[in-house]
């Protein structure tokens, strides 16, 4: 009976947050970027091959053709070439998305077995969240088109379009009129994995005493709302980008932004139990697992792959293979260079440090992936992976507890890369500085804001108790490795 | 009837175990425990954060035998789990006051 | 002695079976599908590039060209687009083949540590000895063409073509003239990751208590003997085909055929010891590894852009970028439905059931990924997500013990995502349900035909002394994590 | 203060090196293969999109067009299909990338959990400083184009390119004028991946009780300057090559390097302590985590889509999907082949032996993924998982002490699937033959030669205590798993 | 007081514990050891090697209580995890001299 | 010579062993183990079947020392391990017949 009650209660939340969604996409205005969104009631017509066009061509009458297929009529190279771009945002937005296991594995395997299940859900509920919020809201509040609110600054977001049926609104959005690499689901995609990754970041950086639910409704605000906003401002084709600012795939844009809603959310929580001890000793707490965490470092250096090859936004040649070059660079160099560092100041090589210093050379070449060239990129890598070392250390010293070095991963490191894009890549120096500045004041500020709001509201700490005993029985009644039990 | 308990280093446990079996001791108990002890721990450092490991892995034998075993016993771990370095561990004995098996519902020294 | 009388009896059986594929591929009337098929030394003939044909073109006389080249000499961009649509189809089988890494890793880590070994092997089994079997009989009988035995029901397999040495041959299997998407080789390998599918579907329900001999001989009858005739009917152009059912990727033909084939294995198996009390309760057995689990149902995620996404046969951009939108909204919405379906209904959010919500919402989308719009896809996953959890809970009501939830994500939610197809996509709801059924209703009656035969011959559970102790040293004398070990 | 100073030392030893990278490779004459190389502040302006061609081509004057634009100007069709090459190996080498998550996941899956931090650590770095000093050395001389240092057997290396500005060399690195399959950075960067494999073979042999210092070193002179050398000599278009020798993905160039490279290691070493009792019994000592070595598995059989499939040097579907087939079959017939024979030789079905098995069907048929046909190629594969079993028994009773199988898996059957190619792939048999022997030999040498001077030097092996006690305190401090923990 | 020291087949807990429940007996520490006996081990081969397993999984129950229950206790432990079966396990009982409840600072058989 | 065991809550374990080391206590062992107690456990629910989680897990402190460290050792556990929660834990106090150190082979308090 309960049972039923509740159910019937779910889907009635479910299905009214849905129809809301469907109602302003089909009713809204329409939303900026499609040219209509007139629900349609399957699209399996959508499907062309340039091969066919050629055939039906010389065939059947033009009136018989489909529009897409209309509009690749006789260009059947442009289509080959449409189709390997927006082929290849596609996969990059599959190897954006397995990042998200990346950060799953990471963040659990640096932290006590006791949070584990605690770390996972919180990030599989995030990735799931972060898709719909952003096609409910996000993408059109990020890329307003000509649709600001307020001048280059602030738009309103919207649900994204249900279909196009309009032969116009189909060419506009399915082909290169949209855009010569991808279609405007393709385009939806891509940038939907991306969302996501910011408040991911902020779920490593308190894991282990937040509580679960004030922090869902946190992070779900931050993507759906804050992220969308500094997004717009450089992506969105905002302020930032009219003054010249470069950040290529998000160096500043989603992860510097993700490394200060960290370091807000972390001070508003203070320290996990125990870390400071009143003798002003610092009391390392173990993560659980190394193996766990060096597949997810594995997952996101392939990840990035995609994040910054994908952010060529085609599959042009000479761009995809720079970038892939670049990367790869500097991703390496930062995980040479932070082991070495490690093993000179802290005596013996810390795999942990070799695998964050990792991620901040690939934190750090993000912003200049494009711009960059190998050899320089190698160094922006080094200083990334030495910078990361020292930066953890620093935190720990003025006892901002972040149990998995996300503030200086990509904090820290995000606004190295940016800087650097003005020292190797030709950005200038100081619009660079202003842009990554501004972009990370505003995500600490806005994260202060949720994460204060919700302190005072409800709380976000969970209790002591609770802490000792592990978040995966406080709030998951989970253990995440559960052992022997009674039989009966 | 006695309890040996022995706290060894845990490479060394297949070694006892033959000592022990060829005095026809064909039963034991064994757990992993961390000592604490003279054998200083080590101090590591985990992300820049210095800490002491001072409990270091050792293996738990336990054996309860009849009172007359209990020398050759006690002799036979000690010669079996020496290194002569620090940390090699202890063997403490207790008195027993009952032992039965599940199996059979003997007691006593038939027991075990 | 011993060890090489056995080693000689191992290659004489070996070879005598590759020995017979040979001869029946060499010798067999040509497999259909495919023109001819002589064996050849190598193929290393066979790359062409379209750049050199134009230069070749030009150049040489035009009886030199590889039969290839000729085809596509002045169709430049047609074999560009081959090429990127061919390329979408293998880089697709490459994700579906990691969705088996995905099904070993949720299996596991959804049971108990001492059947790990256990559950690895069965998957590692299924996906090798399913390709196999796909080529020596599968693919011809599930893709007919028009050698139908009995007329759009059951065509005979026979091994696939060795090689293509005619020109003409060459031309009708390795360029456009097979299908504008992809080469015969193409087509082969991405069907054949979906083979094995379904046999590592009922994997999971029959998960800690059936004997390892029978299962991989019950799993391999139903992937090369059952699984085709299913295909057959839908994708091989069988009857249901030409009934106008709808199912893109497999909701049905892979999924709910899965989840019957496992249902009626876990009724003749019968639940796990002291799972249901004589009191009516029910014993949880808990998983042993939540991060285990998660990490497969990512790449469970992951692997569906390509059982999806190359389901397009071809890198069409609207398609593919409409597909990947529908896939990632559905698994997104079904893994945040299920998140609060299981929060409201068992108090606590369950990391287990927003996974098992994942793949729901996934499964649903399955069949219509293609047709449904993104705003009812997200409609589809909630739906699934809420579904999966109710029939989790419903099996265990009735005693039908199922470790991993398999029947529940892939029977039930696959019926639900084919006709969710007559809902949103535009397809004949009365057809949708007479696809789903039929095939579920024959892959349950094949499955139980199967290991009821398997049952009666030589038993197929294992003892309640093995089955208390694990499987893994039962069958396999191998624990998953041995631990201290005497040292000599 | 102590941190200060080491700090600037650190800095001053990278930037040192960097800086010489950079000098030589501005003012070092033109990498052999690179037109010039002159630095250049930013590289944002090499994207082009055919598209944009075809309009400027129309409206802007010629001479504004960037190089790469006036090059493809007019050939819109041969840009989409550089674009699909040159895209598919950027993919491929993030598919090869994923293989050292393959390689650290399986050889410490395969070992014990005291050892796990440092094999882990091993392979991060290996994939990172391989990466780095074949930028800084390898490429060019595993690829020396016309300039040998001594005819057709030795080059010597140099940095990479880090640009290009001047129009023609522009044009001749970065479009089809390089080659018709990439750009001079996507050639760099699929060969980069491939040159850490060879060392990271070597560390799953020697895991156990080789001191790590003396391994990164070694590791490093392997990768850096006798991997280039064996590859020159096939790859590079040497000796090898113009006898006609044929690897096409490298059976031997890649895989029986290392393992015979690991050989040279481990007999140098000796066996770990214990593990060949003196009463002539061998101990086995139980690898740690099956689910680990299964995800390695299937990892490494994920990358190998790209290693084989890339290999291709373009996407030219035939040649693609060719290799996708026969590398799934041989994969999928050494995993089933090695099953039965450890079930029949070994009593039970082993799955390490069966997870072996897949990665011998592997290297196996990727001396000749292209020019074997399927049937043969399941017979590779199946002679391969055979051959693995003994192998790795026979190398027991021998007392050659190899933890994870790298020597039976890489080296033997390395050399069978060259020799394959003769048998099945139209090679010579006689050079197939010569081939794979002179180069294991060759690695076999070098690696005597580079770890016997270490051993001289310094010792290359931990001391008994550190071995029993566990590498991963011993060498970093740092257990895998840290179980419970003081808590103050 | 004593205490009982249970070394039982691991599936064999809950109905143990239930046993003891119903005694009245509110307190008990469990831990998960490894036994070796009559009841022989397996022989299994990895990678070509064979090996015996001869430590079997077995769990551990300790009970403190008073004398005036011993008796009972031991009688339904061994009923409850009897098979009949080598490898049952075995139940030690041993003197105890002193209890103490943290929580309370009680003592004796107060503390139990 | 008396053995200490206590059984405390994991986060006390520090705390207590450095209290006994305030005492000149050099040596312990430590083992993890689950506790059935009047600290009840908690429900929980796994894919919708309640169960009770009624272990949770404690420390156990193994001591051997003379007598006249007894009183002093029992009193600093107490003091240490206590939060006044219902869960704090045990001591219990055993007879020692004999200790051995492996290394040196003395015996009785020369070896602990
Ligand atoms: N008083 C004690 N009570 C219980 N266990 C002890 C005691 N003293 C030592 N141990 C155990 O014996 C192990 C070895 O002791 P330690 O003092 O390190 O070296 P040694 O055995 O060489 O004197 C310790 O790790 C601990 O497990
Ligand atoms: N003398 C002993 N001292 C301590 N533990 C013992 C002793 N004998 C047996 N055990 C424990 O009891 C378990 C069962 O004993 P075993 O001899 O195998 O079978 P049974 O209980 O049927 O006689 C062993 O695995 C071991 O843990
Ligand atoms: N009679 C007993 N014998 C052995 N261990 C006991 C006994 N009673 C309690 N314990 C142990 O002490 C722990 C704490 O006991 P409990 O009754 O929960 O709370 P408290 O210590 O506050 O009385 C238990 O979890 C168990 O491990």
């Given at each position: 009976m309960q049972i039923i009650r509740n159910l019937t209660r779910i889907s009635k939340i479910l299905t009214f947050t849905v129809a809301l969604a469907f109602a302003s996409s089909?009713?809204?205005?329409?939303?900026?970027?499609?040219?209509?969104?007139?629900?349609?009631?399957?699209?399996?017509?959508?499907?062309?091959?340039?091969?066919?066009?050629?055939?039906?061509?010389?065939?059947?009458?033009?009136?018989?053709?489909?529009?897409?297929?209309?509009?690749?009529?006789?260009?059947?190279?442009?289509?080959?070439?449409?189709?390997?771009?927006?082929?290849?945002?596609?996969?990059?937005?599959?190897?954006?998305?397995?990042?998200h296991l990346?950060?799953a594995?990471?963040?659990s395997?640096?932290?006590?077995s006791k949070n584990t299940t605690n770390i996972l859900f919180k990030n599989v509920f995030i990735i799931c969240v972060g898709m719909l919020t952003y096609a409910a809201y996000?993408?059109?509040?990020?890329?307003?088109?000509?649709?600001?609110?307020?001048?280059?600054?602030?738009?309103?977001?919207?649900p994204?379009?249900?279909?196009?049926?309009?032969?116009?609104?189909?060419?506009?959005?399915?082909?290169?009129?949209?855009?010569?690499?991808?279609?405007?689901?393709?385009?939806?995609?891509?940038?939907?994995?991306?969302?996501a990754?910011?408040a991911?970041?902020?779920s490593?950086?308190?894991?282990?005493?937040v509580k679960l639910a004030p922090f869902m409704i946190g992070a779900t605000l931050?993507v759906t709302?804050?992220?969308?906003?500094?997004?717009?401002?450089?992506?969105?084709?905002?302020?930032?980008?009219?003054?010249?600012?470069?950040?290529?795939?998000?160096?500043?844009?989603?992860?510097?932004?993700?490394?200060?809603?960290?370091?807000?959310?972390?001070?508003?929580?203070?320290?996990?139990?125990?870390?400071?001890?009143?003798?002003?000793?610092?009391?390392?707490?173990?993560?659980?697992?190394?193996?766990?965490?060096?597949?997810?470092?594995?997952?996101?250096?392939?990840?990035?792959?995609?994040?910054?090859?994908?952010?060529?936004?085609?599959?042009?040649?000479?761009?995809?293979?720079?970038?892939?070059?670049?990367?790869?660079?500097?991703?390496?160099?930062?995980?040479?260079?932070?082991?070495?560092?490690?093993?000179?100041?802290?005596?013996?090589?810390?795999?942990?440090?070799?695998?964050?210093?990792?991620?901040?050379?690939?934190?750090?070449?993000?912003?200049?992936?494009?711009?960059?060239?190998?050899?320089?990129?190698?160094?922006?890598?080094?200083?990334?992976?030495?910078?990361?070392?020292?930066?953890?250390?620093?935190?720990?010293?003025?006892?901002?507890?972040?149990?998995?070095?996300?503030?200086?991963?990509?904090?820290?490191?995000?606004?190295?890369?940016?800087?650097?894009?003005?020292?190797?890549?030709?950005?200038?120096?100081?619009?660079?500085?202003?842009?990554?500045?501004?972009?990370?004041?505003?995500?600490?500020?806005?994260?202060?804001?949720?994460?204060?709001?919700l302190?005072?509201i409800s709380g976000i700490r969970v209790s002591?108790e609770e802490e000792?005993e592990g978040l995966d029985v406080g709030e998951h009644g989970q253990q995440a490795y559960p052992d022997f039990m009674p039989n009966k | 009837?006695?309890?040996?308990?022995?706290?060894?280093?845990?490479?060394?446990?297949?070694?006892?175990?033959?000592?022990?079996?060829?005095?026809?001791?064909?039963?034991?108990?064994?757990?992993?425990?961390?000592?604490?002890?003279?054998?200083?721990?080590?101090?590591?450092?985990?992300?820049?954060?210095?800490?002491?490991?001072?409990?270091?892995?050792?293996?738990?034998?336990?054996?309860?035998?009849?009172?007359?075993?209990?020398?050759?016993?006690?002799?036979?771990?000690?010669?079996?789990?020496?290194?002569?370095?620090?940390?090699?561990?202890?063997?403490?004995?207790?008195?027993?006051?009952?032992?039965?098996?599940?199996?059979?519902?003997?007691?006593?020294?038939?027991?075990?």
């Amino acid at each position: 009976m309960q049972i039923i009650r509740n159910l019937t209660r779910i889907s009635k939340i479910l299905t009214f947050t849905v129809a809301l969604a469907f109602a302003s996409s089909a009713f809204a205005e329409n939303p900026p970027g499609a040219e209509q969104a007139v629900p349609q009631s399957a699209s399996t017509t959508q499907i062309v091959v340039a091969e066919t066009v050629e055939v039906t061509a010389d065939q059947a009458p033009a009136e018989e053709l489909k529009p897409t297929e209309k509009f690749w009529q006789g260009k059947a190279a442009d289509y080959a070439t449409f189709a390997v771009n927006n082929l290849w945002i596609c996969i990059a937005a599959a190897l954006v998305f397995i990042m998200h296991l990346g950060f799953a594995c990471v963040e659990s395997g640096l932290t006590q077995s006791k949070n584990t299940t605690n770390i996972l859900f919180k990030n599989v509920f995030i990735i799931c969240v972060g898709m719909l919020t952003y096609a409910a809201y996000g993408f059109n509040s990020m890329y307003p088109g000509d649709n600001w609110t307020i001048g280059k600054i602030f738009a309103l977001g919207s649900p994204i379009a249900n279909s196009f049926t309009e032969p116009d609104a189909i060419v506009s959005n399915l082909t290169s009129e949209y855009n010569p690499g991808y279609t405007y689901w393709g385009d939806f995609i891509f940038q939907a994995m991306f969302a996501a990754t910011a408040a991911t970041i902020v779920s490593g950086a308190v894991a282990e005493r937040v509580k679960l639910a004030p922090f869902m409704i946190g992070a779900t605000l931050l993507v759906t709302f804050i992220y969308p906003i500094t997004g717009s401002w450089q992506w969105g084709g905002g302020w930032l980008k009219e003054m010249g600012f470069a950040d290529f795939a998000g160096s500043t844009l989603v992860h510097a932004f993700g490394g200060y809603a960290a370091l807000a959310a972390v001070l508003l929580l203070g320290p996990r139990r125990n870390k400071y001890l009143p003798d002003g000793k610092i009391r390392p707490i173990l993560g659980h697992s190394m193996p766990l965490a060096t597949i997810g470092v594995f997952m996101l250096f392939l990840g990035w792959y995609g994040f910054n090859g994908g952010s060529v936004l085609s599959a042009e040649p000479v761009g995809v293979s720079h970038v892939f070059v670049t990367t790869s660079l500097a991703g390496a160099a930062g995980g040479v260079a932070a082991s070495l560092t490690s093993w000179v100041l802290l005596r013996k090589p810390d795999l942990s440090m070799a695998l964050n210093g990792i991620l901040a050379g690939l934190v750090g070449i993000t912003a200049g992936a494009d711009a960059i060239n190998p050899w320089p990129a190698i160094l922006v890598g080094i200083i990334a992976g030495i910078l990361v070392v020292i930066s953890v250390l620093f935190f720990d010293k003025i006892k901002i507890d972040d149990p998995v070095g996300a503030i200086s991963v990509h904090g820290v490191c995000g606004n190295w890369g940016t800087v650097a894009v003005g020292i190797f890549g030709g950005g200038n120096f100081g619009v660079q500085l202003l842009g990554t500045v501004s972009i990370s004041l505003f995500a600490f500020l806005a994260s202060l804001l949720i994460f204060g709001a919700l302190k005072a509201i409800s709380g976000i700490r969970v209790s002591p108790e609770e802490e000792e005993e592990g978040l995966d029985v406080g709030e998951h009644g989970q253990q995440a490795y559960p052992d022997f039990m009674p039989n009966k | 009837m006695k309890k040996i308990e022995a706290i060894i280093k845990p490479f060394k446990l297949e070694e006892v175990k033959e000592a022990l079996s060829e005095l026809g001791i064909e039963g034991m108990t064994v757990s992993e425990v961390k000592g604490f002890g003279r054998q200083k721990g080590h101090t590591e450092i985990y992300r820049g954060s210095e800490y002491t490991v001072d409990f270091l892995p050792k293996i738990k034998i336990e054996v309860v035998l009849s009172d007359n075993l209990l020398e050759r016993a006690t002799a036979a771990i000690v010669k079996a789990a020496k290194t002569g370095k620090i940390g090699d561990g202890k063997v403490f004995v207790y008195p027993v006051e009952e032992a039965i098996r599940i199996r059979t519902e003997e007691t006593g020294d038939q027991a075990i």
